[in-house]
């Protein structure tokens, strides 16, 4: 039976799963989701994740969720190339410490970008408070210059010389601000020779493909239906807002 695979192209933490898949020629069927119009509260996806959050991975009778595990998982499955996920014990503990910090500063400060420069204003139509904006850029702001700081540093990439798995769920957090228009790279030359090369490791075909979703992320609001985010609007508001 064919791993199967669960996505929404627009998350980041999907996103990060597709490139690695496709990346390491890992065989599986695309089961394309929209978390925008609420997949994930289907009774079908709650067989497959009952925490409601894509990516998800079916293999076999075996279901998984959360990013992170679900890499690790294929890496170990599949064997991938030691870079990835490093048998060193040192070089693991680096990509592993990255891994850990990012859901608290790069992931959420990133996703805020999105959400309050454009899906917020745009798609659900309120105002974002002018403080909460000025403190969420300062945010994300912060988490760029700690991860050019303590985990680039003057390196290639977050580990040493080759990308890992810390290079890649980074990279899909810190494009999606670009989707709201922001220029995350501006100013900020070594951040963006990092980008370059994290592209080109990946390969510019596959990277391009993965984000043509957010990259148009403004064009697809224009013609988005309010309705479909309207029963979401209390949560999302709630969730951001409060």
Avoid at 173 to 194: C, H, S, T, Y
Wanted: glycine share 4%; aromatic share 12%; net charge negative.
């Amino acid at each position: 039976m064919a791993l199967e695979m669960y996505l929404d192209l627009f998350s980041q933490p999907c996103r990060s799963v597709y490139i690695f898949a496709k990346k390491n020629n890992i065989p599986f069927d695309y089961k394309k989701i929209s978390l925008f119009e609420g997949y994930q509260y289907s009774e079908e996806f709650g067989k497959i994740n009952l925490l409601r959050k894509a990516p998800a991975i079916k293999d076999g009778d075996f279901c998984l969720a959360e990013s992170v595990a679900i890499m690790m998982y294929l890496a170990e499955k599949f064997h991938t190339a030691d870079h990835w996920y490093p048998a060193d014990l040192q070089k693991r503990a680096r990509v592993n410490e990255y891994l850990s910090w990012q859901h608290s500063a790069i992931r959420i400060h990133g996703s805020k970008m999105l959400w309050f420069k454009l899906l917020i204003p745009k798609a659900l139509g309120t105002e974002v408070p002018k403080e909460k904006m000025d403190n969420a850029v300062e945010d994300f702001n912060t988490s760029l210059n700690l991860f050019e700081e303590k985990f680039l540093q003057d390196k290639a990439f977050i580990v040493g010389d080759q990308i890992s798995l810390a290079d890649l769920v980074a990279i899909v957090e810190i494009m999606q601000p670009v989707g709201a228009g922001m220029d995350v790279f501006e100013d900020r030359p070594k951040l963006k020779a990092w980008k370059d090369r994290v592209r080109a490791e990946i390969g510019a075909e596959l990277f391009d493909e993965a984000h043509q979703g957010i990259l148009h992320c403004q064009e697809a609001v224009k013609t988005m239906d309010p309705k479909v985010l309207e029963h979401f609007k209390p949560k999302i508001l709630r969730y951001f807002l409060s």
